[in-house]
T-cell receptor, first 114, second 113 residues
């Protein structure tokens, strides 16, 4: 089954404690992206990657890092989390073969930073 | 610059009645547009997409959307709401050829028996 898998689904942690949210896709997609979802703001892009070792900032990259060492994985790293990073996070992937391909989303990770 | 505006943050309908979710876009050329649905505790699922092939687009679960260039709109409709349609719906525009997306703020749909 084609899917994007995020872990963990829920996490409560404290300010300053480094954390990583993993994302893996099994569709051999080139493009992967992280979004955060906040009430009334829709989804905003944090970082994206167009292929292995190719990453770039989205609209709200401050306080986040990513890496793309393998095609299937795109972890999101919060080196020193702060309460304003409390949010619902989504990973997504899509093929770059052909124009305007829709993105496939994971089920989300709800982070609470105390 | 391209953007989308969802005109209603909340819509409440009775089961069996029509659903209309409004989306206006701003673009200097013909955009590519999607509607996604998000059920509670789930990711976003693609309902339908418009990529200039046809102005009336049919999607999954009985939804359809019509692209109207003169009105810069891409409203989502369904003739008869079902309880399972209760969810949040996002109108989305593609900003560039690499797939960068701009999301609307979302419309929460409540379906009452």
């Amino acid at each position: 089954e084609a899917q994007v898998t995020q872990n963990p689904r829920y996490l409560i942690t404290v300010t300053g404690k480094k954390l990583t949210v993993t994302c893996s896709q099994n569709m051999n997609h080139e493009y992967m992206s992280w979004y955060r979802q906040d009430p009334g703001l829709g989804l905003r892009q944090i970082y994206y990657s167009m292929n292995v070792e190719v990453t770039d900032k989205g609209d709200v990259p401050e306080g986040y890092k990513v890496s793309r060492k393998e095609k299937r994985n795109f972890p999101l790293i919060l080196e020193s989390p702060s309460p304003n990073q409390t949010s619902l996070y989504f990973c997504a992937s899509s093929t770059l073969q052909g124009r305007n391909q829709p993105q496939h989303f994971g089920d989300g990770t709800r982070l609470s930073i105390l | 610059a391209q953007s989308v505006t969802q005109l209603d943050s909340h819509v409440s309908v009775s089961e069996g009645t029509p659903v209309l979710l409004r989306c206006n876009y701003s673009s200097s050329y013909s955009p590519s547009l999607f509607w996604y649905v998000q059920h509670p505790n789930k990711g976003l699922q693609l309902l339908l997409k418009y990529t200039s092939a046809a102005t009336l687009v049919k999607g999954i679960n009985g939804f359809e959307a019509e692209f109207k260039k003169s009105e810069t709109s891409f409203h989502l409709t369904k003739p008869s709401a079902h309880m399972s349609d209760a969810a949040e719906y996002f109108c989305v525009v593609i900003l560039d050829s690499w797939g960068k997306l701009q999301f609307g703020a979302g419309t929460q749909v409540v379906v009452t028996p």
